[in-house]
């Protein structure tokens, strides 16, 4: 089993910044993709952004240049650096792992599979 926990979070007055971690545990062989996501009050869940194991990043386009994302693959952990917030960037935001295989108790490779942390929230106040 996979456990993905994000810390971070919080409220920060808007223009403000704040840095999202997830640090990913369990018998991790690798890991494809950890990303970001968020849900506001209403609303589906959206891409912020992700980063491949190779670290090439990916960013909802409205975000880019205000968010970046990094990754420490030996730590199994993802960065989320925000700044220049804004109030509608308050939301619950989720960590994701993609396509991630572990070392099962036999010693042989799991199938792939798709994991969620448990989410922190993010308020900007105006």
């Known amino acids: 089993q996979v456990h993905l926990v994000e810390s971070g979070g919080g409220l920060v007055q808007a223009g403000g910044s704040l840095r999202l971690s997830c640090a990913a545990s369990?018998?991790?062989?690798?890991?494809?993709?950890m990303g970001w996501y968020r849900q506001a009050p209403g609303k589906q869940r959206e891409l912020v952004a992700a980063?491949?194991?190779?670290?090439?990043?990916n960013y909802a386009g409205s975000l880019k240049g205000r968010f970046t994302i990094s990754r420490d693959n030996a730590k199994h952990t993802v960065y989320l650096q925000m700044n220049s917030l804004k109030p509608e960037d308050t939301a619950f935001y989720y960590c994701?792992?993609?396509?991630?295989?572990?070392?099962?108790?036999?010693?042989?490779?799991?199938?792939?599979?798709?994991?969620w942390g448990q989410g922190t929230q993010v308020t900007v106040s105006s």
């Open positions: 994701n792992a993609r396509r991630v295989v572990v070392t099962t108790s036999s010693g042989a490779l799991s199938d792939e599979h798709d994991y």
């Open positions: 980063v491949t194991s190779g670290g090439s990043p």
């Open positions: 369990g018998s991790i062989f690798s890991i494809n993709a």
